[in-house]
């Protein structure tokens, strides 16, 4: 079963636009924790941000934003004021504490293709 | 520069035969894992270790074989048994093998069926 889903395959703006990604998980554990992750097309994924199951306050870093809520088992991103350099696939992650055989590993979800034209 | 250096970044392989892709890193990282991304999908876990000397299936190990004999070397053979293997292969780092910590990735290495 797909624990993360980005429903949103490719997301196309213009400069300058405001583009929200969206990151729906799913898991029993109490603990656990999310990252968003940046592919550029060079093929490296750039770690973005991590965020745990208690922690519930937004992050800003510059144009960047996260919305956790727990209510709505939802991880979202959104980058204000988007740049051409900002074109990239983003993924959404996910890391469960509770079970043993889950340790350490990450569930990630389809990534979010995001274009961004002059 | 600490980092994660993966070799070649293409590769073919024909038909029958075996390739290995190498990961190098020098974050002094003791977790180590091997990923496989197909267009449109996420990345799905192979192989992982958390020290050397021990690795474990991950979701879709059938096909490919790894060791870790040295904490900063972990690579992955693409045996003929995998019967798809055109995909883009991606290592990745921690400093160990919690769940709370952010996996360092490499450039990747694209495989290729001549």
């Known amino acids: 079963a797909q624990k993360v889903t980005q429903a949103q395959t490719e997301i196309s703006v213009v400069e300058k636009e405001d583009v929200t990604l969206d990151c729906v998980y799913e898991t029993r554990d109490t603990t656990y924790y999310l990252f968003w992750y940046k592919q550029p097309p060079s093929g490296e994924l750039v770690f973005l941000i991590r965020?745990?199951?208690?922690?519930?306050q937004n992050e800003i870093s510059g144009r960047y934003s996260w919305n956790f809520q727990k209510s709505t088992s939802s991880f979202n991103f959104t980058i204000t004021a988007s740049q051409v350099v900002d074109s990239a696939v983003y993924f959404c992650?996910?890391?469960?504490?509770?079970?043993?055989?889950?340790?350490?590993?990450?569930?990630f979800g389809a990534g979010t293709q995001v274009v961004v034209t002059p | 520069d600490g980092g994660i250096t993966q070799s070649p970044k293409y590769l073919f392989r024909k038909e029958g035969q075996n390739v290995t892709l190498s990961c190098e890193q020098n974050l002094n990282h003791d977790a180590m894992y091997w990923y496989r991304q197909d267009p449109g999908q996420g990345l799905r876990l192979i192989y992982y270790s958390q020290i050397v000397n021990d690795f474990q299936k991950g979701d879709i190990a059938e096909g490919y074989s790894v060791s870790r004999e040295k904490k900063e070397s972990f690579p992955l053979t693409v045996t003929s048994a995998q019967k798809n293997p055109t995909a883009f292969y991606l290592c990745?780092?921690?400093?160990?093998?919690?769940?709370?910590?952010?996996?360092?990735f490499g450039d990747g290495t694209r495989l290729s069926i001549l």
């Open positions: 990745a780092s921690s400093p160990r093998g919690d769940s709370n910590q952010p996996q360092h």
């Open positions: 992650a996910l890391s469960e504490v509770g079970r043993t055989d889950s340790w350490g590993k990450f569930q």
């Open positions: 965020r745990n199951s208690f922690d519930e």
